[in-house]
Nanobody
Framework: VQLQASGGGLVQPGGSLRLSCAAS????????MGWYRQAPGKQREFVAR???????NYADSVKGRFTISRDNARNTVYLQMNSLKPEDTAIYYC?????????????????????WGQGTQVTVSS
């Protein structure tokens, strides 16, 4: 199973970006999906989460500006970021709790755990 994030870039303050993260591989189902970020010199922090039933929650710092959504048919989660500020500059990571399949040798196995994407850089600067 892999998570591939995309959509980062350089944007001016007040601008918008839309991040995407697609899960691929031997996937039986995807539970919660979310976004985290890590700014230089800081710990990784929670940004937003969405359940399989589309319930959402956000960090206080992004409420009213960011919107998380998902496409279950495509195993993809999105983060629409509006009114971006310089303090939003960070590497953004997607995460998903996935019920997956794999092989140990020739034996099929199943598991359920968190997977992480590789991160996409968001820079907000004039």
């Amino acid at each position: 199973v892999q998570l591939q994030a995309s959509g980062g870039g350089l944007v001016q303050p007040g601008g918008s970006l839309r991040l995407s993260c697609a899960a691929s591989g031997m996937i039986f189902s995807v539970d919660d999906m979310g976004w985290y970020r890590q700014a230089p010199g800081k710990q990784r922090e929670f940004v937003a989460r969405i359940t399989v039933g589309d319930s959402t929650n956000y960090a206080d710092s992004v409420k009213g500006r960011f919107t998380i959504s998902r496409d279950n048919a495509r195993n993809t989660v999105y983060l629409q970021m509006n009114s971006l500020k310089p303090e939003d500059t960070a590497i953004y990571y997607c995460s998903a709790h996935i019920n997956y399949g794999d092989y140990e040798g020739e034996a099929p196995v199943r598991g359920r755990r968190d997977f992480w994407g590789q991160g996409t850089q968001v820079t907000v600067s004039s």
